[in-house]
């Protein structure tokens, strides 16, 4: 192979910034998937988060889960965009921990 046919090794802020907003898009996805399951098994005062609860009562419980994931990886995909994938990472931990986690409690409570 010659130099010029070679790609040259991601750079570690670049490969650092595509885990995390590729695990920022998979949290809010199992967040969505997590509120969905909740909110059909405990109904809708189950939500915390008083934008998705309102984007619930506006859509119902799929259209308004979908416009608050979209609304959400869309600007996560931003953050990206504008390199600051550290904030892209902390958001990612901290869904995990408010929601991911919560959640799961919730359903092995069953």
């Known amino acids: 192979m010659s130099a010029l ?4 090794p ?3 802020t670049t490969r650092f910034g595509n885990i995390a907003v590729i695990c920022f898009v998979l949290v809010q996805y199992l967040d969505g998937a997590l509120t969905y399951m909740g909110v059909h098994t405990w109904g809708a005062t ?3 988060n008083p934008l998705v609860s309102s984007a ?3 859509a119902g419980v799929g259209g308004g889960l979908a416009i608050a994931k979209l609304t959400a990886i869309a600007l996560g995909v931003a953050l990206h965009l504008r390199q600051v994938h550290i904030i892209v990472a902390l ?6 921990a408010v929601a991911i986690v919560p959640w799961t409690f919730l359903f ?3």
């Open 5 to 8: 046919t070679r790609s040259a």
């Open 56 to 58: 619930v009562s506006v």
């Open 46 to 48: 189950i939500e915390a």
């Open 91 to 96: 958001l990612t931990a901290f869904y995990v």
């Open 10 to 12: 991601a750079l570690p």
């Open 108 to 110: 092995l409570s069953l």
